[in-house]
Each structure stands twice: as structure tokens, then as C-alpha cells.
């Protein structure tokens, strides 16, 4: 009974901390940035629910999928090993590089600064090696490697870290299309209840064990 009541907390303590990470209130900003979508709703492009829809697919399903979700993955797992640090920079490297345009890789850099140094100054109970790779880092940490690293240091379950970093990213832009076209909460939502399942498998099962 103590050791179920021990796994208990230990399970709450770990599902508080990664609501707290990923509440879009946590001030890192990151209701300021729309990762490229503000301009395609200046140009017309994205104007409905269709069109909503089919930007989120293509966002989640591409980009973010094989850059910021695979980053955090990648730097969850490179943290746990001894050469981590250096994986972690070398990361940071190769995915500053992939993000061409410069809106999204300035958001993320920005993100990523602003979650290191709040944690920092909250004080949450991580290893000391998320402090060595932060200075190592310094202004280049980018928000998918910082919470990767995080993740890891505060002994979080990497796929429920990872189900819950999706699910923010995709509920903060899903805002976003609402407030910016403007459509009804319930519209997209009710999309999206149908649909996340298929990029929650292909973002967290590949490469993995069955």
C-alpha cells in the first residue's frame, strides 16, 4: 500500500508539473507567435473553416511533427545518455539550420529563452545537468530542445511529457485560427476531437517499440 500510494504521488507530482510547463499562461509569450499563420490569413489563404483546418493538418502533420515534436523527443533521450550535453548543442544546431524562414525560428529561440530562464527562477527540482547545458546554450536554446532537456531532468515520462507539449502546441493555434479569421471555438475543436490520434501515433510510436 506505501509503495502504491508512493507511485500515486509520484504520478500527480509529475502531471502538475507538466501542466504547469505547458499552461498557456506560463509567461514565455508563446500566445505571441503564430508560426507563419498571421500571413497566411493576411493573404487570404487561410479564411475558413476548411481552409483552418487544412493548415493545422499540414503544420502538424510536417513541420512540426519532424522539427519541433521530433526535437523534443531527441533531446529528451540525448539528456538521459553521457555525451548529452554535446547532442544537446548539437541539436540546437540543426534545428536553428532547418528552420529557414525567419519567423518560426526566432519564436522558437525566444520561447525557449524566456522557459529556461523562468524555471530557473521558480526553482523546480531538475538535474544539474539542465543548468550546464542552459549556460552552454546561453541565447540560442530553442523551446522544443529546452523542454526536451527539462523533461528529462525533472524525471517526466517522456510520452506523456510529449502527448502534453503537443497537445499546448495544438490547442495554442487552434486559438489562434479562432481569434484571427475569426471562427467559432467549437468549429475547429470539433475537428480536431476527430483527428489528433493519427499525428499522436506518428509522432510518438516511430522508432519506438509497439
Known amino acids: 500500500m506505501e509503495c502504491q500510494a508512493a507511485d500515486m504521488k509520484k504520478n500527480e507530482e509529475s502531471l502538475f508539473?507538466?501542466?504547469?510547463?505547458?499552461?498557456?499562461?506560463?509567461?514565455?509569450?508563446?500566445?505571441?507567435?503564430?508560426?507563419?499563420?498571421?500571413?497566411?490569413?493576411?493573404?487570404?489563404?487561410?479564411?475558413?473553416?476548411?481552409?483552418?483546418?487544412?493548415?493545422l493538418r499540414a503544420y502538424f502533420a510536417g513541420s512540426f511533427l519532424y522539427s519541433e515534436l521530433l526535437a523534443a523527443r531527441l533531446a529528451y533521450e540525448a539528456f538521459m545518455q553521457p555525451d548529452?550535453?554535446?547532442?544537446?548543442?548539437?541539436?540546437?544546431?540543426?534545428?536553428?539550420?532547418?528552420k529557414v524562414p525567419r519567423e518560426p525560428r526566432e519564436a522558437l529561440q525566444k520561447?525557449?529563452?524566456r522557459?529556461?530562464?523562468?524555471?530557473?527562477?521558480?526553482?523546480?527540482?531538475?538535474?544539474?545537468?539542465?543548468?550546464?547545458y542552459i549556460e552552454a546554450a546561453q541565447k540560442s536554446c530553442t523551446h522544443p530542445v529546452c523542454y526536451g532537456?527539462?523533461?528529462?531532468?525533472?524525471?517526466?515520462?517522456?510520452?506523456l511529457a510529449l502527448l502534453h507539449y503537443f497537445y499546448a502546441q495544438l490547442s495554442a493555434?487552434?486559438?489562434?485560427?479562432?481569434?484571427?479569421?475569426p471562427l467559432s471555438q467549437y468549429v475547429l475543436r470539433q475537428d480536431w476531437c476527430r483527428r489528433p490520434c493519427r499525428l499522436r501515433q506518428d509522432g510518438l510510436n516511430r522508432g519506438s517499440d509497439p
Open 17 to 55: 508539473l507538466l501542466l504547469e510547463l505547458n499552461d498557456a499562461l506560463f509567461p514565455i509569450g508563446a500566445y505571441a507567435h503564430s508560426y507563419g499563420l498571421e500571413t497566411y490569413v493576411q493573404e487570404g489563404a487561410v479564411h475558413d473553416r476548411k481552409t483552418a483546418a487544412e493548415w
Open 84 to 98: 548529452g550535453l554535446t547532442k544537446l548543442l548539437n541539436l540546437e544546431e540543426e534545428l536553428r539550420a532547418a
Open 111 to 113: 520561447l525557449g529563452r
Open 115 to 132: 522557459l529556461a530562464k523562468n524555471v530557473q527562477k521558480i526553482q523546480l527540482p531538475y538535474e544539474a545537468g539542465f543548468s550546464l
Open 149 to 159: 532537456a527539462l523533461a528529462a531532468a525533472l524525471h517526466l515520462p517522456e510520452r
Open 173 to 181: 493555434l487552434t486559438n489562434t485560427c479562432v481569434k484571427l479569421i
